[in-house]
C-alpha cells in the first residue's frame, strides 16, 4: 500500500499547512477547541475562512478566543454524557463539512466513569466523539466533501482494544493504558467510518499530534513528568527537542480536516503531516500505527459494539 506524503515536515505548523486553502463557507466543529491544540486547531481552520464551532464542557472558556476570531462560536457539549451529546446533535443544523473530534482526557489516575457508567477515558476520548459523529451523520452527508478527524495518540501504539474487557472490569485499572485503549479506539473509529460510510461520501483519518505542553497532563504526578522527561528534579517543566509548540501540534489535525492534499483519503493514520507506517505494537516502537490499531475486524467489532452504547 502506497503511504500517502505531503510537503510538511514535523516542525509546520497549523497555519502553515492551509496556507493558500480557502475555507470559507465550510462549517466545522472542534471538540475541546477552547485549549491547548484546540485553540490552535481553531485558530488555524477559522484563520483559513472556516465558520467553526468550539464544542467545550464550558462555554465560557472560549470567550477571548471567540472575540479573537470573529464568525467563531461556543456551544456546551460534555462527551462522558451521551445526554449531552444528543442535545448538541438537536442543536445542529445545516451541513457540516467537518468533525475534528480533538477533546481527550488522560490518565484519569483512579477508575471514573462516565454518566452512563462507562470507564470515563474510554468515554470521553471515543465513545462521546463515536455518538457525535452518528448524531451527526446526516449533517455530513449534506457536505460537499465531509471529513471526520479523530485526534489519538502515540500511545495507540501500546495497547490494543480489550474486547474482553474494555472497562477495567475484570483487571487492574491502568490509567496509562486506559488512554492508550482509548486511543487505539479513535485510529478503529476512522478505520470503521472508511468502511461504514463511504457511500455517504464521508471521509475520517486519525493522527497524533506528537508531544506538546499542554493541560492535558494535569492528572499526571511529579514522577511521572519526570520519566518522561518533560519536568526537571526541582519541579520545572522541560521541553525536549522533540516537543512541538501548540501551532505545530495542531498542524496534522488540520492537514486532515481540510487541506485538499487528503481528498479521497481515508481510514488512515498520520503523524507529523504524513501517513504513519503499520509496525507491531507493543513497548518499543515511537512511531507507526500498530497493526491492532488498523485491524479491519476489530474495527467492525468496536463499531458494532459502540452502536449498541452509543444509541
Ligand atoms: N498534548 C500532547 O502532547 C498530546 C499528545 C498526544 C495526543 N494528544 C491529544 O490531543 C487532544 C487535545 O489535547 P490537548 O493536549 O490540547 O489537551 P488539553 O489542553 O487538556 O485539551 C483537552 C480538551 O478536551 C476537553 N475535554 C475533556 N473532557 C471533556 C469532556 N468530557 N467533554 C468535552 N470536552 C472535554 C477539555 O475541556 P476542559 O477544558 O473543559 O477540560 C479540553 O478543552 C487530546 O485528544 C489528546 O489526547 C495530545
Not at 489516575?109 to 457525535?132: C, I, K
Not at 497532563?217 to 517543566?237: E, K, V
Request: glycine share 10%; proline share 5%; hydrophobic share 45%.
Amino acid at each position: 500500500m502506497t503511504l500517502t506524503t505531503t510537503p510538511f515536515g514535523m516542525r509546520a505548523t497549523a497555519a502553515e499547512v492551509l496556507r493558500g486553502v480557502d475555507l470559507r463557507g465550510r462549517r466545522m466543529i472542534v471538540t475541546g477547541g477552547s485549549s491547548g491544540l484546540g485553540v490552535e486547531t481553531v485558530r488555524a481552520l477559522a484563520g483559513a475562512g472556516a465558520e467553526v464551532t468550539i464544542a467545550t464542557r464550558n462555554p465560557a472558556a472560549a470567550d477571548a478566543l471567540l472575540k479573537e476570531l470573529p464568525g467563531t462560536r461556543a456551544v456546551a457539549l460534555d462527551l462522558a454524557d451521551l445526554a449531552s451529546v444528543r442535545a448538541f446533535c438537536e442543536g445542529w443544523s445545516g451541513p457540516l463539512d467537518a468533525l475534528v473530534a480533538n477533546a481527550g482526557v488522560m490518565m484519569l489516575p483512579t477508575r471514573q466513569v462516565s454518566a452512563e457508567g462507562w470507564e470515563a477515558q474510554l468515554a470521553t476520548n471515543y465513545l462521546g466523539h463515536f455518538a457525535l459523529a452518528a448524531g451527526l451523520r446526516d449533517p455530513l452527508r449534506q457536505a460537499e466533501r465531509p471529513r471526520v478527524v479523530a485526534v489519538s495518540s502515540g500511545a495507540q501504539l501500546r495497547a490494543g482494544f480489550d474486547f474482553d474487557d474494555p472497562q477495567f472490569e475484570r483487571r487492574p485499572y491502568d490509567p496509562f493504558l486506559a488512554y492508550a485503549q482509548s486511543k487505539t479506539a479513535l485510529v478503529l473509529f476512522a478505520v470503521g467510518i472508511g468502511r461504514r460510510w463511504a457511500e455517504d461520501g464521508i471521509e475520517a483519518n486519525s493522527c497524533a499530534p506528537g508531544w506538546i505542553h499542554t493541560n492535558l497532563t494535569r492528572h499526571l504526578d511529579t514522577a511521572t513528568m519526570q520519566a518522561l522527561g518533560a519536568m526537571d528534579a526541582d519541579g520545572a517543566l522541560l521541553t525536549p527537542d522533540y516537543y512541538k509548540t501548540p501551532a505545530q501540534g495542531a498542524a496534522t489535525t488540520v492537514l486532515l480536516a481540510a487541506s485538499p492534499l487528503l481528498d479521497g483519503v481515508s481510514g488512515r493514520y498520520f503523524e507529523d503531516n504524513q501517513e504513519a507506517e503499520v509496525v507491531d505494537g507493543g513497548p518499543d516502537p515511537m512511531a507507526g500505527v500498530a497493526r491492532w490499531s488498523v485491524d479491519p475486524a476489530a474495527a467492525d467489532r468496536l463499531w458494532d459494539l459502540s452502536l449498541s452504547v452509543a444509541r
